[in-house]
């Protein structure tokens, strides 16, 4: 046995305590299988005297996180405040600075900040990790690293953040609409405290640009995620496609094409019975596609005190061990900018609408997406609601841009009543 | 860029050539994520004129793998022949005493020979890595030695030989018996030279073995597994396990209990819905339970050129990144040998036996099931067949000792025609 590894845990919320107690219980375990003690230096959190279910009695204490990221008695910096700036980012600095090397769950702060942090960290021979920044406590950082290494990585997906999922999933279950299902999901604390987060696709979108850094070799770019969020999905579409044999799911995709790196985060229609189709409730998928590999599902908890606390763990473990790898799987200053794409990879497309009840007005949908070069592959009209006619159409597979020319172009038929709805389905 | 690291290549079967494929076409990117070029300095194989797909004219060549094993100009050995013994054995200890690293995908070595081949690795300073040896593209190995290190892994479970649940899953598609199903099978070329090894469980009781190991710090013991092939599986079987919201699948399960190791290779009946049932076809999976994460399911290509390859290039860029680890995530001169277990986690069963049709023979067989304190959860007699009368029963949970005395005791009955069949029903 070498000489411990000392740890100081920056945010004592549910990961952090959840730290905290497997250093606590699980000692001798953790020092077998790291080869020497991991031992918790010192701790930071807003309030000293909170009553966490774990003592924190025998360790240092610090109210300013950038003093523990700096502690002489520190080795490794655990950051588990969260936020993209503020303390979170100052101290992963501080820390990076003096030496340490760093053990964060942050995705918003490497999503905006982690090229900038990994040249940082890798100048001065440290090292970052953030397995559970992503998916929670499914090794997929590790995965995708490691795992995949030997392969040019043709596509990633995963539907990353449990909250969308539980709503989707309590919609089609329950029949109840998005604000009740919302407002459910709030009262039950399952929300970011700004929901848009969850909701609008933020948080996973976080992960999905982490995931696409490491899977392309490019510098993490966020900005340039197509984003949209689950707020304006309807009970309708999920009743529709699931009777199509689909399941709505807010899933993300990063694949590089011949134009660039195409990053979305977006509701999509998948194949219920494919392994994203069948995942129910709060757990994660990711999906990793690879030229060698082929197709790798990972499934797991997304969140929560064990399986978040479990993911930082192993990447204390790692560096226990003396394995020092890069932040995104090869050199920071290496990583290129990508060219951010607009989605043209082809796909088909679920559309529904409300027809105004009148003849030659389904002959002039047909005809906007004929004009724009999308062909019909199903087309139903249910029964009128009060003059208007709910028609649902799935196209043959088409690339985004002829879609958004005909969408444009229904506004002009003078048929349509509203927005139609467009979601993309997605081949699994 | 540092200095390359050279590999050494022994056996160019369909892995192999795998691997030269990798190297070859991807030495960029193997560069930039490895930090450092990946050379191949020699290839052994048995015939070194035999058209491969692939040029092997630039590569040193050796006729035998222990000299290639021992080249100078070789810092890792990769042993891609197979077989326990014999070469692959010679060769991989001739690397090690040597001073190279050694990347294999041999999961009966491992299996078999593991614990000594892993004492001698570590003696000396050398690693030894497998993740090709389990679940092929899989990154099993890397997810259970470092993605869970910070859990007590509570059990193991996988259906990790393709061949077997192609034939359980084309049976039950084509209604076709065991035998005719296996010839098919067969015809492909699915089968191992010693079908046994694939349809008696054997190779997937390795592959058990090896994670077991890693997952629980004991010496791998691949003799204590609790071995039982598909070859019993009947199409009646399949289809009454179907009728009641079940799949056979061939599971490998290892738990530790107050007991001691249970490891188990064999068939049992999942449910249908659950991602273990859902596995169709020649893919794996891997579903790993810890206390902190819960449990995680991994699925992938369990075999093939590109995903076995995959996962040796896994292997080859972690050595060439400058990780060192432990063959079975701590040293393996501190793995305990662990007190073998026979099976007596209770699971629910499924019994399929024939009753002679006289009056009495039901009451006779539940009085045999209630006299060893089994009862009786749901129980159905259908059509006749020539006096014999078939019947199946699904028992509550029961410890498998129970079971056995009640399926002695069936026999002295004088009502039960043949042997009864007897499933687990795996708690998934």
């Known amino acids: 046995m070498t000489d411990p590894l000392r740890i100081g845990i920056a945010g004592l919320g549910t990961v952090g305590v959840g730290v905290v107690k497997i250093v606590r219980q699980k000692a001798n375990l953790l020092a077998t299988r790291s080869g020497r003690p ?3 230096a010192a701790v930071s959190a807003r309030n000293r005297d909170k009553n966490r279910g774990v003592s924190i009695d025998g360790y240092g204490w610090e109210d300013d996180p950038v003093k523990l990221a700096t502690r002489e008695d520190v080795d490794v910096f655990v950051e588990l405040m969260g936020g993209a700036d503020g303390p979170a980012r100052a101290a992963t600095e501080a820390a ?11 995705k918003a702060m490497l999503a905006i900040h982690g090229q900038e942090l ?23 950082v590790k995965a995708l690293t490691e795992g995949l290494a030997g392969n040019q ?6 539907v990353m953040n449990g909250t969308c999922n539980y709503i989707l999933t309590r919609m089609e279950e329950s029949g109840l609409p998005y604000q009740t299902v919302f407002d459910e999901a709030d009262k039950l604390g399952y929300l970011e405290a700004d929901p848009n ?9 976080h992960k999905l640009a982490l995931l696409a850094s490491i899977a392309y070799g490019t510098q993490v770019d966020f900005g340039a995620i197509e984003l949209e969020g689950i707020q304006k999905i309807s009970i309708d579409d999920i009743r529709t496609a699931r009777n199509m044999g689909f399941r709505i799911k807010l899933l993300g995709v990063a694949q ?6 195409e990053q979305r985060m977006s509701p999509c229609l998948v ?8 995942l129910q409730g709060g757990t994660n998928m990711v999906v990793l596609e690879g030229d060698s590999v082929g197709q790798i599902v990972l499934r797991g908890a997304g969140a929560g005190e064990g ?3 479990s993911a930082v763990l192993s990447d204390i473990i790692e560096i226990a061990r003396g394995t020092r790898l890069t932040t995104f799987g090869q050199p920071a200053a290496g990583l290129s900018r990508a060219r951010p794409a607009r989605t043209t990879t082809p796909a088909p497309y679920y559309l529904r609408m409300k027809l105004v009840d009148k003849p030659g007005a389904m002959a002039k949908i047909a005809t906007v997406l004929g004009d724009a070069g999308i062909s019909i592959d199903r087309m139903r009209q249910t029964q009128h609601e009060s003059g208007a006619a709910p028609v649902l159409i799935v196209t043959h597979r088409t690339d985004r841009g002829s879609l958004d020319i005909a969408l444009e172009n229904f506004a002009a038929t003078g048929v349509v009543q509203g927005e139609p709805v467009a979601i993309r389905i997605e081949d699994v």
Chains 1, 2 share one sequence.
């Open 153 to 158: 990585v043709t596509r990633v997906m995963g």
């Open 38 to 40: 991991i031992e918790i």
């Open 96 to 106: 990076l600075r003096a030496g340490k090397d760093v053990v964060t769950a942050n």
């Open 197 to 205: 987060l969850d909701v609008g696709g933020i948080d996973a979108g």
């Open 307 to 309: 399986p978040t606390a």
């Open 118 to 140: 990994a040249e940082l960290a890798e100048s001065r021979g440290h090292v970052i990790r953030f397995e559970a920044a992503v998916a929670g406590g499914i090794p997929v």
């Open 271 to 278: 194949p219920a019975d494919s392994p994203l189709g069948q």
């Open 256 to 261: 590089m094409t011949g134009r660039g790196l």
